[in-house]
């Protein structure tokens, strides 16, 4: 029934801090996903609390008891490695008993175990295969069901899906979800899917350079993000620079340029502050605009991935901005250069103080 | 001419065959994606085009030239593996600069193809880690990196950013597909995500259990899917069975199990005729502005699920007839939720009508 919690924990490697200063708490049963760029610390995290590798500095408690002498065997957790299947040369039984049997458990008392485990993958029927012979979705499940038999009451998912192709991956991922919420466990999963993670997780944590930018429901990440960085990795945003030009009691309203005016819920913002101001493209309304809030604009580009079109628009004030819409047969479609508005409604309008370090920076992934 | 041609290619692996008389002609400076299942035959096609498998039977041409018996060495064709092999003792720079240093390329354009493309994957400031110091999706990078400046003019690309985030990958899509039609080189490249192929690439092939299911025009693969297995694995869609019972110019009226009729565009079954209808998720409207037309049904919404930037739902119509819808979040504020009354629609236009599989439907689209 494991609470952990991590407290300033640091990791370097050379010059660089693969985790720095981490605090964490992942609550008993919660389902956490760390999402992030690449080599921004996902598994430097995992396995610090796997305890495969020990932090630099910090601690890490689970249930409330530190575990800097405890080691990884001790730990009850269940590990599924980023790239690292099954055993080739072992068959589905012999790998999923591994651990048990390594330990010395004997026999009697494993079997009833993975008997158990096999069941509940639905994978009884093929114990005698090689991992070859099974399909890459087969081979993950079983790679589950060996991080889950040691009695695991943690398990720590490390890219436990990267290797299926999206429609296994898609149905994995919420069995996945079913089997950690029916065992009541706690599950930590790192995925560089952030969909993977916004459709499974209690909760998700963003990172960047070794540290959490923040974390939040999958909901409240999507629709307001508290940095610019987490709007841009967290699905698509528009980014717009501008100046606070009036602000009343639940509005501010923003100058972008060009004499074009955008309305949003007043945040902390003050008048003559230099702000972001930002909206996700599905959040533009195309077809039928809103009275406040319109942006007009040309059409530089229109691209369609399967049924979503994506028109780029060019503002007065030269910035191109993203709308994105369903391609629909009863609605216009866009032609380059034409003239078009859309709105966006100001709950859907995000202002974020101007980063010191400057917008690109901001938004870096590195 | 095309660049490279496959006539009628077989390989087996004991009983199983994972390339099954392979029909393909890629263009010069073509940008080539390849969708299938795990275990389609996507790795051993690419193998085979690198000259690294034997193919049983066939032929493969490279500039008009019979390879079968030319050694990948000589092909001008690079193969960047699945699973990024790094010369361990190696690092970041050499790895990288390996291809065109045995290729006798001088130093200083060793040095330029180098640096541009470790600049590009964004791993300039990591040139002298050793790959166990880099992370999972670094690793990736650096084998990509190390395929491009190889040097030649066929890259065989397989799942070239399937470690890294999706937000790293849209922008490596983009300036991969930029660098082969800058330096007119030729790619396949073989993906797991549909909407990188989508965004990518020329053309698509779907490869299934070893064959060609379909090569086409991103949008025909997602729109003029050409069997049911292209339309469920391509986006996904919903599946509803029943028989043509009116037909005329307009299209087709199909019955479905339940009493529910659906109008399609479609004309070329005959009344009478058990199909299938195949309709993406994408295309299912919740709450449409008019509720005139075709295809409008009243039911309930019995789950959602958020995946960031769209919202999928599941709606049950009347007593059982189940269809899913991916709807764009456009307004949070006002989505409908579980329990909620909701009326659906899509248009007959973008309904696929195929002849009912002598195996039954779940065949056809099971995923594993
Ligand atoms: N060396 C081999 N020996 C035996 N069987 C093999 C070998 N290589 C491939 N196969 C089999 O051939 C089929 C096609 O394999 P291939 O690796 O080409 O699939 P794939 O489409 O690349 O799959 P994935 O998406 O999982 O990478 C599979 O059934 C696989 O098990
Ligand atoms: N053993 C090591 N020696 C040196 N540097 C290391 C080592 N392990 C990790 N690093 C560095 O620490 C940083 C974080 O790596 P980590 O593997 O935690 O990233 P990640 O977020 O899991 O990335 P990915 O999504 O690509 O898997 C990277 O810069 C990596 O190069
Ligand atoms: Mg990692
Ligand atoms: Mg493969």
Same mark, same amino acid.
């Given at each position: 029934? #494991?609470?952990?919690?991590?407290?300033?924990?640091?990791?370097?490697?050379?010059?660089?801090?693969?985790?720095?200063?981490?605090?964490?708490?992942?609550?008993?049963?919660?389902?956490?996903?760390?999402?992030?760029?690449?080599?921004?610390?996902?598994?430097?995290?995992?396995?610090?609390?796997?305890?495969?590798?020990? #932090?630099?500095?910090?601690?890490?408690?689970?249930?409330?008891?530190?575990?800097?002498?405890?080691?990884?065997?001790?730990?009850?957790?269940?590990?599924?490695?980023?790239?690292?299947?099954?055993?080739?040369?072992?068959?589905?039984?012999?790998?999923?008993?591994?651990?048990?049997?390594?330990?010395?458990?004997?026999?009697?008392?494993?079997?009833?175990?993975?008997?158990?485990?096999?069941? +509940?993958?639905?994978?009884?029927?093929?114990?005698?295969?090689?991992?070859?012979?099974?399909?890459?979705?087969?081979?993950?499940?079983?790679?589950?069901? *060996?991080?889950?038999?040691?009695?695991?009451?943690?398990?720590?998912?490390?890219?436990?899906?990267?290797?299926?192709?999206?429609?296994?991956?898609?149905?994995?991922?919420?069995?996945?979800?079913?089997?950690?919420?029916?065992? *009541?466990?706690?599950?930590?999963?790192?995925?560089?899917?952030?969909?993977?993670? +916004?459709?499974?997780?209690?909760?998700?944590?963003? +990172?960047?350079?070794? *540290?959490?930018?923040?974390?939040?429901?999958?909901?409240?990440?999507?629709?307001?993000?508290?940095?610019?960085?987490?709007?841009?990795?967290?699905?698509?945003?528009?980014?717009?620079?501008?100046?606070?030009?009036?602000?009343?009691?639940?509005?501010?309203?923003?100058?972008?340029?060009?004499?074009?005016?955008? *309305?949003?819920?007043?945040?902390?913002?003050?008048?003559?502050?230099?702000?972001?101001?930002?909206?996700?493209?599905?959040?533009?309304?195309?077809?039928?605009?809103?009275?406040?809030?319109?942006?007009?604009?040309?059409?530089?580009?229109?691209?369609?991935?399967?049924?979503?079109?994506?028109?780029?628009?060019?503002?007065?004030?030269?910035?191109?901005?993203?709308?994105?819409?369903?391609?629909?047969?009863?609605?216009?479609?866009?032609?380059?250069?034409?003239?078009?508005?859309?709105?966006?409604?100001?709950?859907?309008?995000?202002?974020? #103080?101007?980063?010191?370090?400057?917008?690109?920076?901001?938004?870096?992934?590195? | 001419?095309?660049?490279?041609?496959?006539?009628?290619?077989?390989?087996?692996?004991?009983?199983?065959?994972?390339?099954?008389?392979?029909?393909?002609?890629?263009?010069?400076?073509?940008?080539?994606?390849?969708?299938?299942?795990?275990?389609?035959?996507? =790795? =051993? !096609?690419?193998?085979?085009?690198?000259?690294?498998?034997?193919?049983?039977?066939?032929?493969?041409?490279?500039?008009?030239?019979?390879? /079968?018996?030319?050694?990948?060495?000589?092909?001008?064709?690079?193969?960047?593996?699945?699973?990024?092999?790094?010369?361990?003792?190696?690092?970041?720079?050499?790895?990288?600069?390996?291809?065109?240093?045995?290729?006798?390329?001088?130093?200083?354009?060793?040095?330029?193809?180098?640096?541009?493309?470790?600049? @590009?994957?964004?791993?300039?400031?990591?040139?002298?880690?050793?790959?166990?110091?880099?992370?999972?999706?670094?690793?990736?990078?650096?084998?990509?990196?190390?395929?491009?400046?190889?040097?030649?003019?066929?890259?065989?690309?397989?799942?070239?950013?399937?470690?890294?985030?999706?937000?790293?990958?849209?922008? !490596?899509?983009?300036?991969?597909?930029?660098?082969?039609?800058?330096?007119?080189?030729?790619?396949?490249?073989?993906?797991?995500?549909?909407?990188?192929?989508?965004?990518?690439?020329?053309? &698509?092939?779907?490869?299934?259990?070893?064959?060609?299911?379909?090569?086409?025009?991103?949008?025909?693969?997602?729109?003029?899917?050409?069997? &049911?297995?292209?339309?469920?694995?391509?986006?996904?869609? /919903?599946?509803?069975?029943?028989?043509?019972?009116?037909?005329?110019?307009?299209?087709?009226?199909?019955?479905?199990?339940?009493?529910?009729?659906?109008?399609?565009?479609?004309?070329?079954?005959?009344? %009478?005729?058990?199909?299938?209808?195949?309709?993406?998720?994408?295309?299912? &409207?919740?709450?449409?502005?008019?509720?005139?037309?075709?295809?409008?049904?009243? %039911? @309930?919404?019995?789950?959602?699920?958020?995946?960031?930037?769209?919202?999928?739902?599941?709606?049950?119509?009347?007593?059982? @007839?189940?269809?899913?819808?991916?709807?764009?979040?456009?307004?949070?504020?006002?989505?409908?939720?579980?329990?909620?009354?909701? =009326?659906?629609?899509?248009?007959?236009?973008?309904?696929?009508?195929?002849?009912?599989?002598?195996?039954?439907?779940?065949?056809?689209?099971?995923?594993?």
């Amino acid at each position: 029934m #494991p609470e952990v919690k991590l407290v300033n924990v640091s990791k370097r490697y050379g010059r660089i801090k693969a985790n720095d200063g981490i605090n964490l708490t992942i609550k008993d049963k919660e389902y956490v996903s760390v999402i992030g760029p690449s080599g921004c610390g996902k598994t430097t995290l995992i396995r610090n609390i796997a305890g495969i590798i020990h #932090p630099d500095e910090g601690e890490i408690f689970i249930d409330e008891e530190s575990v800097s002498n405890v080691p990884i065997e001790d730990r009850r957790i269940g590990y599924v490695f980023q790239n690292i299947a099954l055993f080739p040369h072992m068959n589905i039984w012999d790998n999923i008993t591994y651990g048990p049997h390594v330990r010395g458990l004997p026999q009697q008392q494993t079997r009833p175990l993975a008997l158990e485990m096999l069941d +509940m993958i639905k994978i009884a029927a093929r114990s005698e295969a090689y991992p070859h012979e099974l399909s890459g979705g087969t081979q993950q499940k079983t790679a589950v069901a *060996r991080a889950l038999i040691s009695d695991a009451r943690l398990l720590l998912l490390d890219e436990p899906l990267g290797a299926l192709d999206v429609k296994v991956r898609t149905e994995l991922r919420y069995e996945l979800r079913r089997l950690v919420k029916d065992l *009541r466990l706690t599950a930590l999963h790192v995925t560089h899917d952030q969909e993977e993670a +916004m459709s499974i997780s209690d909760r998700v944590v963003v +990172m960047k350079k070794g *540290r959490i930018v923040e974390a939040g429901t999958p909901v409240s990440l999507y629709t307001r993000p508290q940095h610019t960085f987490t709007a841009n990795f967290v699905g698509e945003a528009n980014f717009l620079k501008g100046i606070v030009v009036e602000t009343t009691a639940d509005t501010s309203v923003v100058d972008i340029g060009s004499g074009v005016q955008l *309305r949003a819920n007043r945040g902390k913002e003050t008048v003559d502050e230099r702000v972001i101001v930002v909206f996700r493209p599905e959040f533009a309304v195309l077809d039928k605009p809103i009275e406040v809030n319109r942006l007009s604009g040309k059409v530089m580009d229109v691209l369609y991935s399967g049924s979503i079109i994506r028109v780029m628009i060019k503002l007065p004030n030269d910035e191109t901005i993203a709308a994105k819409r369903i391609a629909s047969f009863d609605k216009p479609m866009y032609d380059v250069s034409e003239s078009v508005t859309i709105s966006v409604s100001p709950d859907n309008v995000l202002v974020y #103080p101007y980063p010191e370090e400057g917008l690109k920076k901001a938004l870096a992934l590195e | 001419m095309p660049l490279v041609k496959l006539v009628n290619i077989t390989k087996k692996f004991g009983e199983i065959i994972a390339l099954d008389n392979i029909e393909l002609s890629i263009e010069d400076g073509e940008y080539l994606c390849v969708l299938g299942q795990t275990g389609a035959g996507k =790795t =051993t !096609l690419l193998r085979t085009i690198a000259g690294l498998i034997r193919p049983d039977g066939g032929e493969i041409f490279i500039e008009g030239e019979l390879v /079968n018996d030319v050694p990948p060495e000589e092909r001008d064709a690079v193969y960047m593996f699945q699973h990024f092999a790094l010369f361990p003792h190696m690092n970041v720079w050499d790895n990288v600069s390996f291809g065109p240093s045995i290729k006798n390329w001088d130093n200083e354009q060793v040095k330029t193809i180098s640096s541009e493309v470790l600049e @590009m994957v964004r791993l300039s400031d990591r040139q002298d880690a050793f790959p166990s110091e880099l992370s999972g999706g670094m690793q990736q990078r650096v084998a990509l990196a190390r395929g491009i400046a190889s040097g030649a003019k066929i890259l065989l690309l397989d799942e070239p950013l399937g470690a890294l985030d999706a937000r790293l990958r849209v922008d !490596l899509r983009r300036q991969l597909r930029r660098l082969v039609k800058d330096q007119k080189l030729t790619a396949v490249h073989v993906t797991h995500d549909q909407e990188e192929a989508l965004m990518t690439a020329d053309r &698509i092939m779907v490869l299934r259990k070893g064959k060609v299911e379909q090569v086409g025009l991103p949008s025909e693969i997602y729109s003029s899917p050409k069997s &049911i297995f292209v339309a469920s694995f391509v986006g996904n869609a /919903n599946f509803f069975e029943g028989n043509v019972i009116e037909m005329d110019n307009s299209g087709s009226t199909i019955w479905i199990r339940g009493d529910y009729q659906i109008r399609v565009s479609q004309t070329d079954r005959k009344v %009478g005729d058990k199909v299938v209808v195949a309709v993406k998720p994408t295309d299912v &409207i919740i709450n449409p502005d008019s509720h005139k037309g075709k295809n409008v049904f009243s %039911g @309930m919404v019995d789950s959602s699920t958020f995946v960031g930037g769209s919202m999928k739902y599941k709606v049950i119509v009347g007593d059982g @007839m189940v269809i899913f819808s991916e709807a764009l979040v456009s307004n949070i504020q006002e989505l409908p939720r579980p329990g909620q009354e909701v =009326t659906v629609s899509f248009h007959p236009a973008r309904c696929c009508l195929f002849e009912y599989p002598e195996a039954g439907l779940l065949k056809e689209i099971e995923a594993i």
